[in-house]
């Protein structure tokens, strides 16, 4: 572990390699799990504002879940998640003709209909951030869905914080990233 700011950072995310290999795992983090994705507060109001021109792009049973549930839920330690349909996939999660979980919130940005392109701890995947009061953990999440993309990131050498750069600037900043970088040369 190292500190960057008001961060504790686990070396995981610059000694793993990790890159997404959606056509082996179709999506799984999206449908698979106990629990809805992470969102901050102020991801909430985005979440209720947003819901409308989404909505086009949901699975009816999406819909549905999200028509019962809220655009987002509030967990029993008060904090907030996406909506499930029927405890398992994420409310927001559409398929392709592949038959490969998407994020609705991720296509409407994508097709110019909303300016946020999803929840930041989506973004982030695999690191995980826990905030406390002093200061943010930030870690990498090993999950055995992800085998596949832990072996793509291998063969193409490219670190978990390389993977997700844009996601950690857009969490951090891009000082941060920059200090981050420092940080994994001397690492190396």
């Not at 449908?31 to 979440?47: R, S, V």
Request: charged share 30%; net charge negative.
């Amino acid at each position: 572990m190292f500190q960057l700011g008001k961060t504790i950072v686990s070396e995981d995310i610059i000694e793993k390699d990790f890159v997404c290999n959606l056509s082996a795992c179709k999506g799984a983090c999206c449908i698979d799990g106990e629990a809805g994705a992470p969102l901050e507060l102020e991801e909430t109001k985005i979440m209720q504002n947003i819901y409308p021109k989404v909505k086009p792009f949901m699975r009816k049973a999406g819909i549905a879940a999200v028509e019962a549930q809220g655009a987002f839920i509030t967990t029993e330690d008060g904090e907030f998640e996406t909506p499930l349909i029927n405890g398992a996939d994420c409310a927001y999660v559409m398929f392709d003709n592949k038959g490969t979980a998407l994020c609705a919130i991720e296509e409407a940005h994508n097709q110019g209909e909303i300016d946020w392109k999803k929840p930041v701890s989506c973004h982030l995947y695999p690191v995980r951030v826990k905030d406390y009061s002093e200061f943010s953990a930030v870690n990498y999440h090993k999950w055995e869905i992800c085998d596949d993309a832990c072996t793509l990131g291998k063969e193409l050498q490219v670190p978990v914080y390389k993977f997700v750069k844009q996601a950690l600037i857009r969490k951090f900043g891009e000082d941060w990233y920059m200090e981050l970088e420092k940080v994994a040369e001397k690492h190396q």
